[in-house]
């Protein structure tokens, strides 16, 4: 009758967004348009999804099995059922404030308004590979009420990611219950959005107390013209320390004094993070709610142009790289001016104090950011993933603070990685720097060797757990293979290739003390018009090689053959810091002059100093920008590219403000 087809009609719409992904009765997958998608809803709306409350309404606990839904759940949907015009009020909400598309959130505000309803999240979470859904449920019914569920979806949706991704997953997707989750979106959120949370109030207080001693330092010393020289108390040089007026005059307006050709490395540092945000950003928008994820992974798997995005990971070596240079220069030098192993040791051992005290405080602020601050920032359908970085903190955070969270821990903000592995490598350098001023042959032995162990060990890694190039690569990229310093050892050792090619020549000394006289040959050759010219050709030529052939493995990566996939991880980030390495090298020696007065402008000058900072905040930023909106974001590259310039700002603006703490 009439109230039949209607009930079935309402509870339907009701459910998570199934409809839109192409269900046929039977399973099988059908074209992803507007006519069959809306053919396959009506289909659903009897079938399909009324089945899920069919079977929480059919529940019969045996045994005391406690696994199932709770029997007020059960009786809820039974009464729902049964007595249609009495539930009205429940099931109308639930037509309205539901998710009813690809990835639909739904009114996240609207159904917790509702005394009837509670707002219930449906996650699909594969290796970063996220899709969500909103149902806005009776109240009676938690989300753990939905979790016997969870094995009976894996299957159908084991066939949805496999339509929607398609090849541009290694090794394809096989969906477990493990991959799935039912959240109640207003019980997570209690403990965070609780200004009774004591880290909450911590961190506040902390960030208060830093903004008040600016405020106060600032006054004292701009407003009443006041300096601070070696004879002042150390409460006022400790006071001074926090003087906005100055602080911005340092990271703004000071140069380098020692060396201006070294300002070429500005403006790769400052365009290397942007690569790093609008990749982050890529990569983020896949595990935030998007309503057209097949139309993604289509220009994933047809796009060219995408590898501008996917080979983004370059741009970190291209940080390691640069470490390696200034690192192991100041290492050389300082070493060499000292005879005793004795104050080599000290001096090597105060370097590993000022660079830990150096990093810790901006570390400090985005662990507590990310922790405290992000998941209060935002009431909504994608609160929870704002805490996901910072979750892993709350046990693990010691691992990040001795930096061995690339191996250990690895789940506190994740993007962390890099500094740990930049503070390992940090630490072997002045040995290094140690055996090049004994005996030169013997320091490039040594990294030569390092690096051919390096390309050994990434390419056993590769072979054994069968890696592509691919981020989509679900089985062991990051941990395994990309975490690891002993497979990112290889672009910082280029770094100190070429420092101690650009120490050779700029020793002038009658000692001699860093002069190679084969380096300078190989230095010279840039004084030549013709060659410098056709070198930076071929190092063009090897970068724009390196950013577009990962396409292939990135469309499909199963296609390619066992050696080109070693040769490729093992080759593609050395090759592509020596090439960009050739370029600034033109620089240092005084040639490519239009290069050299772009990146070091005054801007990225600035920009530079507080690229640490924008590292390290970016993450929040991005999450922040993505996770806060309201409904499932429409992919486009415009909205990638928008999102990237966005995170860029924000996040250098919000390390400005750390600096001037």
Known sequence: NLTNMVRSLVLALSLLSFAAFGFDLNGNLTQLNKMQALEIKQKLGKDFAMDIFRKIGAYERLNDDLTGPSDICVAKVKNMVNHFMTEAQTLIFMVLYSGHELDGLGDFDACNNAATNRYIIFELDFFGLALTFALCGPTECQASDYDFLREKLAGPLSEIMKSIAGSAVPGGVTVTKDNLKFRDIVEDNKEYLSLGHPGIILTLMLFILLGILVVASTIWFFGMDNSVDENSHWGMKALSCFNAASNTNSILYSKNKVDKNLDVFNGIRVLSMGWVIIGHVFMTVFTGAMSNPQDLFKDVKTRDSLSIFTASTVSVDVFFTLSGFLAVMGFTKELSKLDSPKNKVMKILKAYLHRYLRLLPVYLSAMLVTMFILP???????????????????????????????????????WTWYIANDMQFFLVTPWIAWIYVKSKKVGFAVIGELFLISCFIQAIIVNYYDLTPSLLDAKANFTSYYYTPYCRWNTYLVGILFAWMYLSYKDTSEEATFRIPFLNKISNLYHNRAFRYTLFVIAMVLINVIIWSITPFVQDPESKGAG??????????????????????????GHYRAILGIMGQSLFNAMAKITYGAYMLHVPVIDFLIMSEENASFYTLKYIVLQGIDGFIIGYVVSFIIGLL
């Open 564 to 589: 080109s996939r070693v040769m490729y991880v093992i080759m593609s980030r050395p090759v592509f810091v020596f090439a960009l390495m050739l370029i600034a090298y033109g620089c240092l020696v």
């Open 376 to 414: 209060i920032s935002y009431d909504g359908p994608q609160t929870f993933k704002l805490k996901t970085n910072g979750e892993g903190c709350h046990a693990h955070w010691w691992t990040n603070f001795l930096y061995i969270n690339n191996f250990y821990g690895k789940d506190c903000l994740f």
